[in-house]
């Protein structure tokens, strides 16, 4: 959304004419800015926290000449997203990771792969990108042979029933390229 779309939809919402809308948004980005200017911190509700922090002087290295330069102490601005702007976020994404049962096969995959990696270094397989799951299964068996499918077995023994294959998922993440 663009300065145009959110003036159009806010002068929507508000029944307010354009006009209106716009004096409004300018002075409220107007307000914010001055408050951070003077090293106030400006809490919008159900948005976040506007605030500066200083960041220390250091020693950086100049990017065309590669000659070091000194960059002193500066105020850079800060924004805080406040709880109901993250939860509207993340209601965008899946819910399975919440669950605690898709936690705990997770936890069990990762184990279960790092054990197969440490005492099975040499033969770690090299997983192909955007592999499917059902070949990340015989590419570890044929790599691993009895300890793979030990490992399938006592993943499957103890995950329950979960949609996702954590261990296909676990060991891509691990030995994908």
């Not at 601005?77 to 990771?97: D, I, Q, T």
Request: charge should be positive; proline fraction near 3%; glycine fraction near 6%.
């Amino acid at each position: 959304m663009n300065w145009t779309e959110l003036l159009r939809e806010v002068s929507e919402r508000t029944s307010m004419s354009a006009k209106d809308t716009r004096a409004v948004i300018e002075a409220m980005v107007e307000t914010i800015l001055e408050e951070l200017v003077e090293g106030n911190q400006v809490n919008v509700r159900g948005l976040g926290t506007f605030s500066t922090r200083t960041v220390s002087g250091r020693t950086m290295r100049s990017v065309r000449s590669r000659r070091k330069m000194w960059v002193g102490a500066h105020d850079v601005p800060r924004f805080k997203s406040a709880k109901r702007l993250r939860a509207a976020v993340a209601s965008r994404s899946e819910k399975e990771w919440k669950d605690p049962a898709h936690q705990a096969a997770w936890r069990l995959a990762e184990t279960l792969v790092g054990d197969l990696e440490l005492y099975h270094s040499g033969e770690t397989p090299q997983l192909p990108a955007n592999v499917q799951t059902q070949q990340v299964h015989e590419i570890c068996a044929d790599a691993f042979g009895e300890p793979w499918r030990s490992a399938e077995q006592r993943y499957q023994q103890r995950s329950g029933d979960t949609t996702v294959d954590y261990l296909a998922l676990a060991a891509q993440r691990r030995w994908g390229s």
